[in-house]
Structure formats: structure tokens, C-alpha cells
Nanobody
Framework: QVQLVESGGGLVQAGGSLRLSCAASGRVFSIYAVGWFRQAPGKERESVASITWSGGNTYYKDSMKGRFTISRDNAKNTVYLQMNSLKPEDTAVYSC?????????WGQGTQVTVSS
């Protein structure tokens, strides 16, 4: 099993920055990639970015490119999402996710609220 715990959310003004963390524990060695997703009220969950655990290859949703940066610290078993130039439409619950041998693991989510 894998456990994921997010932190770092909060309230920020438009144009501000936040760094989210996703700490993994358990069978970390079996992780191939970790992704960040978000879900705003009344909207479907959407992918934000992902990173491979070993090689650090990254993927971003087009609308996030240039503002969000995903990274990982393997020594700390942690994936980060640096979010800059935040907009009110970035308000959502952000969750990290991984899949190991067909089993999906999600963190509990962290709320990000961007005020205008």
C-alpha cells in the first residue's frame, strides 16, 4: 500500500504563490509517477501536472504551463507543486494521486483559495 498526504494549501490573494507538498509512505519503491489533480466546486476533477518518480519527467496541463512547477525530492519521498501567479479560477481542492499495480491511491486533498 501507499499513503499520500498533502499539505500547503491555504488562502492567498490573486497573483500570489503557494507550494503544495505530497508526502508518500508505504511501498514508495513501487511508485512510477505521482500526479496533482484539482476539483473546483461544481466542476469535474482535472489533471494539473504529473512527474515520474525515478526520472523526473514532467507533464503539465496546457493552462498550467509557465505558472505551475512540479518537482520531487526522492530522499524525502515528497512531490511538490509550486504555484505562482495564482488566479481566482485556481481555487479548488488539490489532491495527489498515484497508481500501483492497478490500485489508485489518493491523498485527502488540500484546499487552495485564491481571492480577487
Amino acid at each position: 500500500q501507499v499513503q499520500l498526504v498533502e499539505s500547503g494549501g491555504g488562502l492567498v490573494q490573486a497573483g500570489g504563490s503557494l507550494r503544495l507538498s505530497c508526502a508518500a509512505s508505504g511501498r514508495v519503491f513501487s511508485i512510477y509517477a505521482v500526479g496533482w489533480f484539482r476539483q473546483a466546486p461544481g466542476k469535474e476533477r482535472e489533471s494539473v501536472a504529473s512527474i515520474t518518480w525515478s526520472g523526473g519527467n514532467t507533464y503539465y496541463k496546457d493552462s498550467m504551463k509557465g505558472r505551475f512547477t512540479i518537482s520531487r525530492d526522492n530522499a524525502k519521498n515528497t512531490v511538490y507543486l509550486q504555484m505562482n501567479s495564482l488566479k481566482p479560477e485556481d481555487t479548488a481542492v488539490y489532491s495527489c494521486h498515484t497508481e500501483v499495480m492497478g490500485v489508485h491511491y489518493w491523498g485527502q486533498g488540500t484546499q487552495v483559495t485564491v481571492s480577487s
